[in-house]
């Protein structure tokens, strides 16, 4: 069975940094594309980053180019999202997924990825 675990969400300050981890178990293989979404209370799902685990290819939303940078480490089956100048409207729950093929690497639509984890909050406080 497919499991995602999310680590690394907590409070912080405006300005400060965070860096989200996420570890794939169960799976056969490797995900074609990994991603990392958020959503707060009373919003959409929304795209963050994505990744082709093949590669380094990248999308960011615009919301989070400059200041969030998406990674891998394949040897441990981890994503990572780094989140830096983080402003208060980051605040959210935020999951990563997996998805088999690769269109979820194209514009980071939630409705691709085929696993998702459980999430893990960030809060950012003024």
């Known amino acids: 069975q497919v499991h995602l675990a999310e680590s690394g969400g907590g409070s912080v300050q405006v300005g400060g940094s965070l860096r989200l981890s996420c570890t794939v178990s169960g799976y056969t293989g490797r995900p074609t594309c990994m991603g990392w979404f958020r959503q707060a209370p009373g919003k959409e799902r929304e795209g963050v980053a994505t990744?082709?685990?093949?590669?380094?290819?990248?999308y960011y939303a615009d919301s989070a180019k400059g200041r969030f940078t998406i990674s891998q480490d394949n040897a441990k089956n981890t994503v990572y999202l780094q989140m830096n100048s983080l402003k208060p409207e980051d605040t959210a729950m935020y999951y990563c997924?997996?998805?088999?093929?690769?269109?979820?690497?194209?514009?980071?639509?939630?409705?691709?990825?085929?696993?998702w984890g459980q999430g893990t909050q960030v809060t950012v406080t003024s």
């Open positions: 997924a997996a998805d088999r093929g690769y269109l979820g690497c194209k514009g980071g639509r939630a409705d691709e990825y085929d696993y």
């Open positions: 990744i082709y685990t093949s590669g380094r290819s990248t």
